[in-house]
């Protein structure tokens, strides 16, 4: 099994034209910054898509684990060097995290970086932890060590992962003649 974060930038096509992605836009530096971002976990591709188990969140959605198709042309894909072992250890923190809330209070204050996902659970004001995308991402990679747990931009986790991971295009190379 392969891991990458699958990373949608600002201008993405599959985004929709809303305040909430106008306004994680503008809280990142980057011109066309990094705004949503999900753990996939993949065992199969197509010439035009890649298969696999998708964990992330939406606002005001749960924390998903679910079978999805990515298609190339909107994702950007960071490989996760990781065992196979590593791999199972982190699926089975997402399996554990579905059905947690999004964490409004973090997302809007994700620059001042003072809401963790266990802030109001941990004083019993949210019945499970609460999550936005990269939280539960890095949450997720943090079970193996390939990165410190944190509440950040997605632009940010992305910029964290450069020099631990590799770009792919997440494409089998089968078939392709060298």
Not at 23 to 34: D, G, Q, T, V, Y
Not at 133 to 150: D, K, W
Request: proline letters at 4%; charged letters at 20%.
């Amino acid at each position: 099994m392969k891991v990458y974060c699958a990373f949608l930038s600002a201008d993405s096509e599959l985004l929709q034209s809303h305040w909430l992605n106008r306004l994680a836009a503008r809280a990142s530096s980057a011109e066309n910054p990094k705004i949503h971002v999900e753990l996939l976990f993949s065992s199969r591709d197509t010439p035009g898509e890649i298969l696999g188990e998708s964990c992330s969140i939406t606002h005001g959605n749960k924390v998903f684990l679910q079978e999805k198709r990515f298609s190339r042309s909107n994702w950007e894909f960071r490989r996760i060097p990781m065992s196979e072992a590593q791999a199972e250890t982190v699926k089975e923190w997402c399996a554990s995290r579905v059905g947690d809330s999004f964490n409004h209070l973090g997302f809007y204050t994700t620059p001042v970086g003072c809401v963790k996902p266990t802030s109001l659970y941990n004083i019993g004001l949210a019945k499970t932890p609460q999550w936005f995308c990269s939280e539960v991402v890095s949450h997720a990679l943090s079970q193996v060590g390939v990165i410190p747990a944190v509440s950040v931009h997605p632009q940010k986790l992305f910029d964290m992962l450069q020099d631990i991971t590799v770009v792919d295009s997440a494409r089998s190379s089968e078939g392709i003649k060298f």
